[in-house]
């Protein structure tokens, strides 16, 4: 059974840093592509990173570039997210998501639970 298991959210202060994770089972993780995204009342659902099969990486939202980095271990099934410089606009559930192929970023079949990420201001 797909499993994605988000983990590493909490409170960061202002300009302070954090690393999401991201733990995958049921599947074989280095096949598909995986993405993040994050949910607020005030946004809703927006995408923040992709990453394919390969470590290629198609995709970053405008308001993370240069402060977030997607990465995947591929040997220990785990998805990350890098985020440094936070501001109080990165609030939101992250969701970590599962690709249904491998070089396709915007198609999704299961999703994780999510992790709160709470930046102070």
């Known amino acids: 059974q797909v499993q994605l298991v988000e983990s590493g959210g909490g409170l960061a202060q202002f300009g302070g840093s954090l690393r999401l994770s991201c733990v995958a089972s049921g599947f074989t993780f280095s096949n598909y592509a995986m993405s993040w995204a994050r949910q607020t009342p005030g946004k809703g659902l927006e995408w923040v990173s992709a990453i394919y099969r390969d470590g290629t990486v198609p995709y970053y939202t405008d308001s993370v570039k240069g402060r977030f980095t997607i990465s995947r271990d591929n040997a220990v099934n785990t998805l990350y997210l890098q985020m440094n410089s936070l501001k109080s606009e990165d609030t939101a559930v992250y969701y970590c998501?599962?690709?249904?192929?491998?070089?396709?970023?915007?198609?999704?079949?299961?999703w994780g639970q999510g992790t709160q990420v709470t930046v102070s201001s």
């Open positions: 998501a599962k690709g249904s192929s491998g070089s396709n970023w915007g198609e999704y079949d299961y």
